[in-house]
């Protein structure tokens, strides 16, 4: 699956989680994700008001560290 930028409703749908599972499965994460895009409140880069999007670099490591969605 080729990286790009996801919400996190987004990425639980393509794991088949909910977002609550997958916010507990990111938590143990988040320092590697902090050091790739994440501001002081947790959030990934804010495109817009009300949208939160996770930038490629951050997508490609989340499939890294979770696994593959699509196996």
Not at 18 to 24: E, G, M, Y
């Amino acid at each position: 699956m080729r990286p790009k930028f996801y919400t996190l409703k987004e990425l639980a749908q393509i794991y088949g989680i909910s977002v609550k599972t997958l916010r507990k499965r990111l938590e143990p994460i988040k320092e590697n994700l902090n050091t790739i895009g994440f501001d002081e409140d947790n959030e990934a880069i804010i495109l817009e008001k009300t949208k939160i999007l996770y930038s490629p670099k951050q997508v490609k490591t989340i499939f890294k560290l979770l696994g593959d969605p699509t196996k």
